[in-house]
């Protein structure tokens, strides 16, 4: 893989790009936000490894510019900063994975197959229909009767995972492992969070609600 690591310790930098090397990636380094944004917006990477804390201008922020432009790249974000409202943050501008400082770094490795097998699982031009209900992965769009839907990045994998599985009863593990990486804390609320982001955006104003609850086992978008 062709990485781009945006982290301004040195040490940590160092250590990250001489262990991916050894797994045969290619790694670019940035040693603050301005030059991550830089490097980002003008190269082709297939993962963007993002710390929180940077120089000129914040991780998030980064993220969130980044995010304007290559919707379908990959971002991880490593910090300290590891509390539920920090990884929710991220999450809201748009990485596809939290890993908190410090970690081994066999985790950072499973977190980037993690997301490159989620990159690869739909081919471009995929598209899914449920009723009236129409997602086009290619172009990220979402329209409900004709109407355009603006989903966050976590948003719409969400409701991508869902409607690969329509009317399958998908319990909140496999939703933590599919959207948002493998050790995802289960026991904070934030998939059942994000289901009524959806549930707001997707089902409210409609007649037929297409998100459902299965209690005790999981959620579901059926037909």
């Known amino acids: 893989m062709n990485i781009l ?62 995010r304007q432009f290559k919707m379908e790249l990959p971002i991880l974000m490593l910090s300290a900063l590891g ?12 990485a596809d994975d939290y890993l908190t400082k410090p970690f081994h770094f066999e985790e950072l490795l499973a977190r980037i197959n993690a997301l490159d097998r989620r990159r690869n699982k739909v081919l471009p ?21 004709g109407n355009l839907i603006m989903l966050t990045v976590k948003e719409f994998t969400l409701l991508e995972t869902l409607m690969f599985n329509k009317n399958r009863v998908l319990s909140r593990a496999y939703i933590a492992e599919a959207v948002w990486g493998i050790n995802f804390n289960r026991g904070t609320n934030l998939i059942d969070v994000y289901i009524n982001y959806l549930r707001t955006k997707i089902d409210k104003g409609y007649p037929k609600q297409l998100i459902h609850t299965i209690v005790g086992m999981g959620y579901m978008i059926r037909d």
């Open 5 to 66: 690591l945006i982290e301004d310790e040195s040490k940590v930098a160092a250590f990250i790009k001489k262990g991916l090397e050894e797994q045969l990636h290619n790694v670019t380094l940035a040693y603050d936000g301005l030059m991550g944004v830089k490097l980002a917006l003008e190269n082709d990477f297939d993962l963007v490894i993002l710390d929180v804390v940077l120089p000129y201008t914040s991780g998030f922020e980064v993220c969130k510019q980044i």
């Open 83 to 94: 509390t539920v409202t920090d990884k929710v943050t991220g999450l809201e501008n748009g």
């Open 125 to 145: 031009g995929t598209y899914f229909e449920i009723e009236d209900l129409r997602m086009d992965c290619y172009r990220k769009t979402v329209t409900r009767a």
